[in-house]
């Protein structure tokens, strides 16, 4: 029996890989701080609970962190502050979950656990600002916040980790993921959190300048499969790449095909706030092939199916994640 950790384990993506993971034979224990102003929230885990290990710590305490990964084989590092605008008005704290703490849990799974294999959940928003599409892992990295460049510091350090000590690390660099657990209470996860609440309370989803921004979205299943892939295929260690989708989509287009699903449901162009008019991207979607060659991975849940089953989920469970 493979023995898992997940930090961030109560969270979105988390709690949806220790499901995978349970139903696959794992040993999971889940760590999460539950903080508020994050991810994590037990309702993810309702149908699971009696099935793992839910440690409440904070993985910016070194001394829990070292308990924890003693006997382990794999470690799935999720854990991180999310939010772009978070991490201009916070960067310190930033700088301490994004960086620092992912510098502390290496030296741990170092010093008791050099065995383990370490999948870290990096993030499209390390390249900034797109100076071609689809953007490939050989585009500069230049984030456009601290959030991004705290976790191109997390991400390095995986990587260094495997270069200098041969950790068996490698880093996954996500777009938008989406589907049943995501944070729909504000927009410190993704801005479809937010649309999919507005869109449920009847309140109308605003999109941010002329709505003709592309992205690119994969539905959480999709993430959990190229996760577990990456976990146990050797070629990947010590290599970061991107995951990502072929369809793509404006934002507008986006909110129409949300509202068309929500009888009375309306969407509306506003202009950005100055705040994250400074740190808008614009354009983005991402270049997959080598996860696909890596991995033998490719998104499987098309927009239109992935939307469908998150709006079914949040018309029954929306209540608890507010």
Not at 10 to 38: C, M, W
Not at 162 to 180: E, F, K, M, S
Not at 181 to 207: C, E, H, S, Y
Not at 298 to 315: C, F, I, K, N
Request: hydrophobic share 40%.
């Amino acid at each position: 029996m493979t023995n898992s950790l997940i930090t961030g384990g109560l969270g979105f993506i988390g709690s949806n890989l220790a499901r995978r993971l349970v139903n696959e034979g794992h040993k999971v224990t889940l760590i999460d701080s539950l903080i508020p102003q994050y991810g994590g929230n037990l309702v993810n885990i309702f149908d699971i609970r009696d099935r793992v290990t839910v440690n409440i710590s904070d993985v910016r305490d070194p001394f829990a962190t070292r308990e924890l990964l003693k006997g382990v084989d794999l470690v799935f590092n999720l854990a991180g502050q999310t939010s772009h605008a978070d991490s201009m008005t916070d960067p310190f704290t930033d700088l301490d979950i994004n960086a620092k703490a992912q510098l502390s849990l290496l030296e741990a799974v170092r010093q008791v656990a050099p065995e383990a294999v370490v999948v870290f959940a990096s993030t499209r928003q390390i390249y900034g600002r797109p100076q071609y599409l689809p953007v490939d892992e050989a585009h500069p990295i230049r984030p456009v916040d601290v959030n991004g460049v705290n976790k191109v510091a997390g991400e390095q350090f995986h990587l260094l980790y495997h270069d200098v000590y041969g950790i068996r690390t490698t880093a996954l660099r996500l777009t938008n993921t989406y589907g049943p657990g995501m944070r729909v209470k504000d927009a410190r996860q993704t801005f479809l959190g937010i649309w999919i609440r507005n869109l449920l309370k009847g309140d109308p989803i605003l999109v941010f300048g002329d709505g003709k921004q592309l992205r690119d979205f994969n539905y959480v299943d999709d993430v959990v499969d190229a996760l577990v892939r990456a976990a146990a295929t050797p070629s990947c260690y010590g290599k970061a790449f991107n995951l990502g989708h072929s369809e793509v989509i404006d934002l507008a287009s986006l909110a129409q095909l949300l509202t068309a699903a929500e009888p009375g449901a309306s969407w509306q162009l506003v202009p950005f706030p100055p705040e994250r008019k400074a740190i808008d991207i614009g354009d983005y979607y991402s270049n997959h092939s080598l996860a696909s060659e890596l991995l033998q991975w490719q998104p499987h849940v098309p927009l239109s199916a992935g939307l469908a089953r998150t709006l079914a989920y949040y018309r029954q469970h929306l209540a608890a994640y507010l």
